[in-house]
Protein backbone atom coordinates (compact mmCIF):
# COMPACT_ATOMS: atom_id res chain seq x y z
CA UNK A 1 0.00 0.00 0.00
CA UNK A 2 1.55 3.57 -0.66
CA UNK A 3 -0.14 5.82 1.61
CA UNK A 4 -0.92 9.26 -0.55
CA UNK A 5 1.25 11.70 -1.53
CA UNK A 6 0.46 14.35 1.57
CA UNK A 7 1.04 11.71 4.03
CA UNK A 8 4.40 11.05 2.40
CA UNK A 9 5.62 14.77 2.62
CA UNK A 10 4.35 14.55 6.82
CA UNK A 11 6.52 11.61 7.00
CA UNK A 12 10.28 13.12 7.62
CA UNK A 13 8.08 15.49 9.48
CA UNK A 14 6.97 12.86 11.93
CA UNK A 15 10.62 11.74 12.10
CA UNK A 16 11.89 15.16 13.36
CA UNK A 17 9.09 15.65 15.52
CA UNK A 18 9.55 11.74 16.77
CA UNK A 19 12.74 10.81 16.91
CA UNK A 20 13.94 7.44 18.27
CA UNK A 21 16.43 6.65 21.74
CA UNK A 22 16.23 8.91 24.82
CA UNK A 23 14.47 11.46 22.57
CA UNK A 24 11.25 9.27 21.77
CA UNK A 25 8.04 10.64 22.01
CA UNK A 26 5.08 7.76 21.65
CA UNK A 27 1.85 8.65 19.89
CA UNK A 28 -0.97 6.29 21.42
CA UNK A 29 -4.36 6.30 19.59
CA UNK A 30 -7.45 5.54 21.27
CA UNK A 31 -10.69 3.93 19.43
CA UNK A 32 -13.70 2.55 20.73
CA UNK A 33 -16.50 0.68 18.21
CA UNK A 34 -15.35 0.72 14.52
CA UNK A 35 -18.85 0.61 12.83
CA UNK A 36 -19.85 -1.50 9.69
CA UNK A 37 -21.42 1.43 8.39
CA UNK A 38 -21.93 5.08 9.24
CA UNK A 39 -24.72 5.17 12.23
CA UNK A 40 -26.06 8.71 12.86
CA UNK A 41 -26.83 7.13 16.59
CA UNK A 42 -22.64 6.75 16.96
CA UNK A 43 -21.53 10.10 15.20
CA UNK A 44 -18.07 10.00 17.10
CA UNK A 45 -17.42 6.25 16.33
CA UNK A 46 -15.57 5.74 12.42
CA UNK A 47 -17.01 3.31 10.24
CA UNK A 48 -14.86 0.69 8.39
CA UNK A 49 -14.25 3.00 5.41
CA UNK A 50 -13.02 6.12 7.53
CA UNK A 51 -10.94 3.61 9.86
CA UNK A 52 -9.30 2.29 6.56
CA UNK A 53 -7.59 5.30 5.21
CA UNK A 54 -7.13 6.40 9.15
CA UNK A 55 -4.91 3.23 9.93
CA UNK A 56 -3.35 4.08 6.29
CA UNK A 57 -2.57 7.12 7.20
CA UNK A 58 -1.57 5.93 10.21
CA UNK A 59 1.09 3.29 8.64
CA UNK A 60 2.37 5.69 6.83
CA UNK A 61 3.65 8.08 9.45
CA UNK A 62 4.32 5.97 11.82
CA UNK A 63 6.17 2.36 13.14
CA UNK A 64 2.73 0.68 14.75
CA UNK A 65 4.02 -1.41 17.60
CA UNK A 66 2.30 -3.62 20.49
CA UNK A 67 1.65 -1.01 23.38
CA UNK A 68 3.65 -3.50 25.93
CA UNK A 69 6.69 -3.38 23.69
CA UNK A 70 6.55 0.04 22.84
CA UNK A 71 5.99 1.61 26.80
CA UNK A 72 9.11 -0.79 27.66
CA UNK A 73 11.35 0.21 24.76
CA UNK A 74 10.12 4.48 25.79
CA UNK A 75 11.58 3.22 29.30
CA UNK A 76 14.98 2.20 28.28
CA UNK A 77 15.47 4.30 25.13
CA UNK A 78 15.24 1.58 22.44
CA UNK A 79 12.04 3.10 20.68
CA UNK A 80 12.52 3.71 17.16
CA UNK A 81 11.22 6.66 15.24
CA UNK A 82 8.06 7.54 14.64
CA UNK A 83 6.35 5.06 17.16
CA UNK A 84 2.75 4.75 17.53
CA UNK A 85 0.33 2.40 19.30
CA UNK A 86 -3.18 1.67 17.89
CA UNK A 87 -5.84 0.99 21.22
CA UNK A 88 -9.57 0.12 21.41
CA UNK A 89 -11.26 0.39 24.84
CA UNK A 90 -14.14 -1.41 26.36
CA UNK A 91 -14.55 -4.92 24.05
CA UNK A 92 -17.17 -4.31 21.21
CA UNK A 93 -17.98 -7.11 19.05
CA UNK A 94 -16.95 -4.93 15.74
CA UNK A 95 -13.38 -4.57 17.13
CA UNK A 96 -13.15 -8.05 16.22
CA UNK A 97 -15.73 -8.04 12.92
CA UNK A 98 -14.78 -4.98 11.35
CA UNK A 99 -11.26 -3.66 12.76
CA UNK A 100 -9.23 -6.94 13.04
CA UNK A 101 -9.59 -7.48 8.98
CA UNK A 102 -8.69 -4.28 8.32
CA UNK A 103 -5.72 -4.27 10.69
CA UNK A 104 -4.89 -7.26 9.39
CA UNK A 105 -4.99 -6.16 5.96
CA UNK A 106 -2.69 -3.66 6.41
CA UNK A 107 -0.15 -5.95 8.98
CA UNK A 108 -0.62 -3.34 12.05
CA UNK A 109 -0.83 -4.84 15.37
CA UNK A 110 -3.08 -3.34 18.01
CA UNK A 111 -4.23 -3.13 21.99
CA UNK A 112 -7.86 -4.46 22.95
CA UNK A 113 -8.43 -2.63 26.29
CA UNK A 114 -11.29 -5.62 27.26
CA UNK A 115 -13.91 -4.60 30.78
CA UNK A 116 -14.64 -8.06 31.00
CA UNK A 117 -18.05 -7.79 33.21
CA UNK A 118 -19.68 -7.66 29.45
CA UNK A 119 -18.27 -10.43 27.77
CA UNK A 120 -20.47 -12.32 26.26
CA UNK A 121 -23.91 -10.77 26.47
CA UNK A 122 -23.25 -7.89 28.23
CA UNK A 123 -23.81 -3.90 27.64
CA UNK A 124 -22.61 -0.65 28.96
CA UNK A 125 -25.07 1.72 30.51
CA UNK A 126 -24.05 4.17 27.51
CA UNK A 127 -25.41 1.69 25.27
CA UNK A 128 -28.08 0.59 27.00
CA UNK A 129 -29.49 4.05 26.86
CA UNK A 130 -28.47 4.98 23.02
CA UNK A 131 -30.25 1.53 22.11
CA UNK A 132 -33.19 1.76 23.82
CA UNK A 133 -33.82 5.51 22.39
CA UNK A 134 -33.25 4.39 19.07
CA UNK A 135 -36.21 1.67 19.30
CA UNK A 136 -38.56 3.81 21.57
CA UNK A 137 -42.04 5.04 19.26
CA UNK A 138 -41.85 8.37 17.59
CA UNK A 139 -44.19 10.73 19.70
CA UNK A 140 -44.56 11.69 23.04
CA UNK A 141 -42.89 10.09 25.86
CA UNK A 142 -42.83 10.14 29.92
CA UNK A 143 -38.65 10.14 30.29
CA UNK A 144 -39.19 11.59 34.18
CA UNK A 145 -36.97 8.88 35.54
CA UNK A 146 -34.34 10.03 33.42
CA UNK A 147 -35.12 14.08 34.36
CA UNK A 148 -36.34 14.93 30.92
CA UNK A 149 -40.18 14.37 31.93
CA UNK A 150 -42.43 14.61 28.89
CA UNK A 151 -40.59 14.63 25.60
CA UNK A 152 -41.17 14.46 21.85
CA UNK A 153 -39.37 11.01 20.78
CA UNK A 154 -38.70 12.45 17.27
CA UNK A 155 -38.48 10.32 13.58
CA UNK A 156 -34.77 11.18 12.69
CA UNK A 157 -31.96 9.72 14.87
CA UNK A 158 -29.78 12.37 14.77
CA UNK A 159 -32.15 14.12 16.97
CA UNK A 160 -32.59 10.85 19.06
CA UNK A 161 -28.59 10.97 19.48
CA UNK A 162 -28.91 14.25 20.85
CA UNK A 163 -31.59 12.95 23.57
CA UNK A 164 -29.54 9.85 23.85
CA UNK A 165 -26.31 12.42 24.95
CA UNK A 166 -28.65 14.28 27.08
CA UNK A 167 -30.10 11.12 28.86
CA UNK A 168 -26.71 10.05 29.47
CA UNK A 169 -25.20 13.42 30.96
CA UNK A 170 -28.15 12.71 33.73
CA UNK A 171 -27.39 9.31 35.37
CA UNK A 172 -23.89 9.41 34.23
CA UNK A 173 -23.01 10.76 37.80
CA UNK A 174 -25.61 8.33 39.58
CA UNK A 175 -24.64 5.76 42.04
CA UNK A 176 -24.51 2.10 40.10
CA UNK A 177 -27.75 0.98 41.55
CA UNK A 178 -29.54 4.03 41.15
CA UNK A 179 -28.29 4.34 37.54
CA UNK A 180 -29.21 0.60 36.49
CA UNK A 181 -32.83 1.43 37.98
CA UNK A 182 -33.58 4.11 35.64
CA UNK A 183 -31.42 2.31 32.72
CA UNK A 184 -33.78 -0.81 33.26
CA UNK A 185 -36.92 1.64 32.92
CA UNK A 186 -35.85 3.17 29.80
CA UNK A 187 -35.49 -0.34 28.43
CA UNK A 188 -38.48 -1.21 29.22
CA UNK A 189 -39.85 1.25 27.16
CA UNK A 190 -38.67 0.20 24.45
CA UNK A 191 -40.72 -1.82 21.53
CA UNK A 192 -37.88 -4.48 20.52
CA UNK A 193 -35.40 -6.41 23.06
CA UNK A 194 -32.04 -4.57 22.88
CA UNK A 195 -29.20 -6.21 21.08
CA UNK A 196 -27.32 -8.73 22.68
CA UNK A 197 -23.85 -9.00 20.48
CA UNK A 198 -22.79 -5.40 20.98
CA UNK A 199 -19.59 -6.68 23.19
CA UNK A 200 -17.43 -9.43 22.49
CA UNK A 201 -17.74 -13.25 23.31
CA UNK A 202 -15.36 -14.94 25.22
CA UNK A 203 -14.38 -16.62 21.68
CA UNK A 204 -14.02 -13.09 20.09
CA UNK A 205 -10.98 -12.39 22.97
CA UNK A 206 -9.32 -15.47 22.39
CA UNK A 207 -9.67 -14.98 18.87
CA UNK A 208 -8.16 -11.34 18.82
CA UNK A 209 -5.26 -12.95 21.26
CA UNK A 210 -4.42 -15.82 18.98
CA UNK A 211 -4.45 -13.25 15.86
CA UNK A 212 -1.47 -12.02 17.70
CA UNK A 213 -3.49 -9.05 18.97
CA UNK A 214 -2.70 -8.02 22.44
CA UNK A 215 -5.57 -7.94 24.90
CA UNK A 216 -5.04 -5.01 28.28
CA UNK A 217 -7.10 -5.03 31.44
CA UNK A 218 -9.85 -2.86 31.85
CA UNK A 219 -11.55 -3.74 35.03
CA UNK A 220 -14.26 -6.07 34.97
CA UNK A 221 -17.46 -3.78 35.52
CA UNK A 222 -15.66 -0.36 34.14
CA UNK A 223 -16.50 1.45 37.38
CA UNK A 224 -15.41 5.13 38.04
CA UNK A 225 -12.59 3.44 40.00
CA UNK A 226 -12.22 7.36 41.91
CA UNK A 227 -15.58 6.75 43.18
CA UNK A 228 -14.40 3.28 45.09
CA UNK A 229 -13.11 2.32 48.14
CA UNK A 230 -8.85 1.27 47.79
CA UNK A 231 -10.50 -2.67 48.10
CA UNK A 232 -13.13 -2.53 45.70
CA UNK A 233 -11.06 -0.43 43.17
CA UNK A 234 -8.00 -3.23 43.97
CA UNK A 235 -11.12 -6.02 43.40
CA UNK A 236 -11.98 -4.40 40.22
CA UNK A 237 -8.54 -4.19 38.61
CA UNK A 238 -7.86 -7.45 39.54
CA UNK A 239 -10.95 -9.20 38.20
CA UNK A 240 -10.70 -8.12 35.29
CA UNK A 241 -7.09 -9.10 34.93
CA UNK A 242 -7.66 -12.50 36.00
CA UNK A 243 -10.60 -13.22 34.30
CA UNK A 244 -8.84 -12.55 30.91
CA UNK A 245 -5.60 -14.59 31.85
CA UNK A 246 -7.02 -17.78 32.35
CA UNK A 247 -9.35 -16.75 29.55
CA UNK A 248 -6.11 -16.67 26.93
CA UNK A 249 -3.86 -18.62 29.09
CA UNK A 250 -0.33 -16.02 29.29
CA UNK A 251 -0.09 -13.01 31.40
CA UNK A 252 -2.05 -9.38 30.75
CA UNK A 253 0.71 -6.72 30.86
CA UNK A 254 -1.18 -3.28 30.07
CA UNK A 255 -4.20 -1.36 31.35
CA UNK A 256 -6.27 1.79 30.27
CA UNK A 257 -8.38 3.24 33.23
CA UNK A 258 -11.81 3.15 32.49
CA UNK A 259 -13.07 6.75 31.14
CA UNK A 260 -9.22 7.75 31.91
CA UNK A 261 -8.98 11.51 33.47
CA UNK A 262 -6.51 12.02 36.19
CA UNK A 263 -7.98 13.22 39.22
CA UNK A 264 -11.24 12.72 38.06
CA UNK A 265 -11.62 9.10 36.97
CA UNK A 266 -9.25 8.21 38.79
CA UNK A 267 -7.01 8.91 41.41
CA UNK A 268 -3.08 8.87 42.26
CA UNK A 269 -3.03 6.02 44.95
CA UNK A 270 -4.49 3.87 41.91
CA UNK A 271 -1.75 4.53 39.61
CA UNK A 272 0.60 2.15 42.30
CA UNK A 273 -2.21 0.02 42.71
CA UNK A 274 -2.24 -0.58 38.81
CA UNK A 275 1.10 -1.70 38.98
CA UNK A 276 1.03 -3.73 42.10
CA UNK A 277 -1.51 -6.04 40.44
CA UNK A 278 0.96 -7.20 37.82
CA UNK A 279 0.67 -5.09 34.64
CA UNK A 280 3.80 -3.30 33.07
CA UNK A 281 2.41 -0.40 31.39
CA UNK A 282 -1.39 1.52 32.02
CA UNK A 283 -3.19 4.24 29.42
CA UNK A 284 -5.19 7.15 30.62
CA UNK A 285 -7.18 9.39 28.35
CA UNK A 286 -5.20 12.19 28.77
CA UNK A 287 -4.46 14.06 25.03
CA UNK A 288 -0.86 13.97 23.64
CA UNK A 289 2.08 11.99 23.07
CA UNK A 290 4.68 10.36 26.04
CA UNK A 291 7.90 10.69 26.11
CA UNK A 292 10.71 8.50 28.79
CA UNK A 293 9.93 10.94 31.31
CA UNK A 294 6.25 10.05 31.58
CA UNK A 295 4.92 7.53 34.47
CA UNK A 296 4.77 4.75 32.41
CA UNK A 297 1.51 4.00 34.21
CA UNK A 298 -0.42 6.73 32.99
CA UNK A 299 0.63 7.26 29.58
CA UNK A 300 -1.28 9.66 27.21
CA UNK A 301 -3.10 9.18 23.94
CA UNK A 302 -4.61 10.61 21.21
CA UNK A 303 -7.13 10.18 18.14
CA UNK A 304 -8.00 13.15 15.58
CA UNK A 305 -11.92 13.63 14.51
CA UNK A 306 -10.90 14.80 10.77
CA UNK A 307 -12.95 13.21 8.20
CA UNK A 308 -10.22 13.01 5.97
CA UNK A 309 -6.92 11.50 5.75
CA UNK A 310 -4.61 14.91 5.48
CA UNK A 311 -5.94 17.01 8.58
CA UNK A 312 -5.89 13.76 10.05
CA UNK A 313 -2.41 13.15 9.54
CA UNK A 314 -1.60 17.23 10.57
CA UNK A 315 -3.35 16.55 13.85
CA UNK A 316 -1.23 13.69 14.66
CA UNK A 317 2.03 15.53 13.81
CA UNK A 318 0.56 18.49 16.03
CA UNK A 319 -0.22 15.84 18.51
CA UNK A 320 3.55 15.46 18.78
CA UNK A 321 4.24 19.09 20.45
CA UNK A 322 2.12 18.29 23.15
CA UNK A 323 4.04 16.62 25.89
CA UNK A 324 1.39 17.18 28.66
CA UNK A 325 2.47 16.38 32.19
CA UNK A 326 1.26 13.34 33.85
CA UNK A 327 -1.69 15.24 35.45
CA UNK A 328 -1.68 12.53 37.47
CA UNK A 329 -1.77 13.69 41.08
ZN1 LIG B 1 -13.78 2.22 28.75
Redesign the pocket.
Known amino acids: MTPPFAVRMMRPVAALLAPGGNRARLSILIY ?1 RVLPVPDPMLPGDPDAARFRWQMETVSGLFRVLPLAEAAARLQNDTLPPRAACITF ?2 GYADNHDVALPILQSLGLPATF ?1 V ?1 TGFLDGGM ?1 FNDRIIEAIRRLSPGLQDLGFLGLGMREIPVEMEARHALAMEAIRRVKHLPGEERAQRVAALEAQSPAPLPRDLMMTSAQVRALDAAGMEIGG ?2 HS ?1 PILARLTDDQARAEILQGKETLESMLGHRIRVF ?5 KPGKDYRREHVPMVRDCGFDAAVSTVWGVSTASRDPFQLARFTPWDITPTPFGLRLLRNLLRTTPDQAR
Open positions: HDDFAMHTHAYPNG
